[in-house]
């Protein structure tokens, strides 16, 4: 069984900083679009950011621009989310997701996350931004 493997989250102060990790097969290095995706507090699920674990530039939604990197590490299988100047509408919760092996445009998993886009996906990891 495919494992994505979060940690990371927490709670944190308005523009304070986290980072998110995901273990993922290693396999699915190089040659996959890995995203994080978040779900906040009655809304629906949006594509954060992507990466191609095969090298080449990140993709990210409007909304975190500027704020969140997204970065990667072959050799231990992994995907991180640097997230800085937290804001209260970043709390959600975070997964991490694996593309379908067909999926080479990474930008598309920002809106497409369907079961014919994301493979697996990891269990979540909360990230609560109060004062």
């Known amino acids: 069984q495919v494992q994505l493997l979060e940690s990371g989250g927490g709670s944190v102060q308005p523009g304070g900083s986290l980072t998110l990790s995901c273990r993922a097969p290693?396999?699915?290095?190089?040659?996959?679009?890995m995203a994080w995706v978040r779900q906040g507090p009655g809304k629906e699920r949006e594509g954060v950011a992507t990466i191609y674990t095969g090298g080449g530039g990140e993709f990210y939604a409007d909304a975190v621009k500027g704020r969140f990197l997204m970065s990667r590490d072959n050799f231990k299988s992994s995907v991180y989310l640097q997230m800085d100047s937290l804001k209260p509408e970043d709390t959600a919760t975070y997964y991490c997701?694996?593309?379908?092996?067909?999926?080479?445009?990474?930008?598309?998993?920002?809106?497409?996350?369907?079961?014919?886009?994301?493979?697996?996906w990891g269990r979540g990891t909360q990230v609560t931004v109060s004062s």
């Open positions: 290693e396999y699915m290095f190089p040659g996959t679009c």
């Open positions: 997701a694996a593309g379908e092996s067909n999926v080479r445009d990474c930008e598309r998993l920002l809106t497409a996350l369907g079961a014919g886009d994301i493979a697996y």
